[in-house]
């Protein structure tokens, strides 16, 4: 075991990290530049709306397994809500069509021979085009890979790219996108039913794990923003805070699980992906209507999911870079007439909020793809950890909570 580890940054690498140290009884300490911990992945109280949401709304699968691992160390996973099976509803807002995809358990799809379970107007040819992304060069686009038009694309594969790696599938890389369809579509339906927090983010991510550090006496300090880091012997041997220094002994360690353009400033000459997509959330505050499904996914619109709680109903659209100069009231209102359609309800507008993330996550291109750093630098006691680094996956919860599993099996023996 290391001497004192610590952790910059709360966000979801980091607890997962300090998580994994602490459970095995490692000394840990946790830096948090912010006053609350969950970076992205964070719930507060919203004064507009007089109730607690999130700031955006993040899916899970049943794929993902570290995150599932994450909630059951904390305690956490009867917060999670969905569908005993991988069902997804979707609404086409152009023909007022509904449907819901099916995908069955087994790895052998034969869901897509049932026109009652596959995506309306796609034929079970139409799915071998995923398979093409299994062997997709990195250099490559999933535009340049496979079709982008027709019923599967325009109706599924396009909504699911979007979403998965925030990016346009025109400029996504081809490797990521098919990462996705490896550990989900291609695993079959059991890897593929959706979950939501249902009290929300910071109830089930992120108290919960506060609570697990607390509870093995591993403190996360917030409000301590780490200014920079001092180097002798190719290691660390300082942590510079401002009004605080740090001065680490020969066991100590360092995990790194800030934002890439916090990391960049703190280790110059570290390539980190540069360009970021931004990703806008609405939340409405009124009662869902009885029956509605708990996600459902919109074609033909301005949103793409629609997340069904108790009390609201929460939009997330993805690669949203051109609707952030347009006004909050003017979207709130295009939003809600949609959001009404799906849901069945009066034109009115309830109370609401628009989230809007500039730099939710790095674009998800070839280039930017390939400047994501291994977890390992040239430091013995330093690592790094976030979705960012090269977990394999887009920017998402579960690479996210890989990334700090990582870290912590690298300082820690794991």
Known sequence: ?????????????????????????????????????????????????????????????????????????????GGLAGPPSADFAFMDLASG??????????????????????????????????????????????????????ALYERLAGPLWIAALNTDPKEASALLAGAIIRETLGAGGKACRPLIARDGLGAVF???????????????????????????????????????????????????????????????????????RAIVNAHFRVAAPSGLAPIIGVVNGTIEWLFTFADRLSVTISAADRL???????????IWDEVATVAGLPKAMPPWQIVRERRATFAATPAENAKRPGAQTSWRNLVLAGDWTQTGLPATIEGAIRSGNRAADLVGGG
Request: aromatic share 6%; hydrophobic share 45%.
């Open 206 to 276: 992120i108290e919960p794990a506060l609570r697990f550090l607390g509870e093995r006496r591993a403190p996360v300090r917030f409000g301590h923003r780490l200014r920079a880091l001092a180097f002798a012997e190719a290691r660390v041997d300082a942590l510079d805070f401002g009004e605080d220094k740090v001065v680490l002994d020969r066991d100590d360690a360092v995990i790194l699980a800030v934002p890439p353009v916090v990391a960049v400033d703190l280790l110059p000459g570290l390539t980190v992906p540069s360009e970021f």
């Open 97 to 150: 069509e509904r449907w819901t995809l099916r995908i069955n358990d087994g790895r052998l799809p034969w869901w897509i021979f049932d026109g009652r379970r596959r995506v309306p107007g796609t034929r079970p040819r139409d799915y071998l085009a995923f398979a093409r992304l299994l062997r997709a060069s990195p250099q490559k686009t999933i535009c340049q890979t496979v079709k982008c038009s027709g």
């Open 1 to 77: 075991m290391p001497g004192t580890v610590h952790v910059v940054g709360a966000g979801l690498a980091g607890l997962a990290a300090a998580l994994r140290l602490a459970g095995r009884g490692a000394d840990v300490v946790v830096h948090e530049a912010a006053g609350q911990a969950g970076g992205r992945c964070r719930s507060y109280h919203d004064p507009a709306l007089d109730m607690v949401i999130d700031n955006g709304n993040h899916l899970l699968l049943s794929a993902n397994h570290a995150a599932l691992a994450y909630l059951e160390t904390i305690g956490a996973t």
């Open 324 to 334: 952030l100069d347009t006004a909050r009231e003017t979207l709130a209102q295009q």
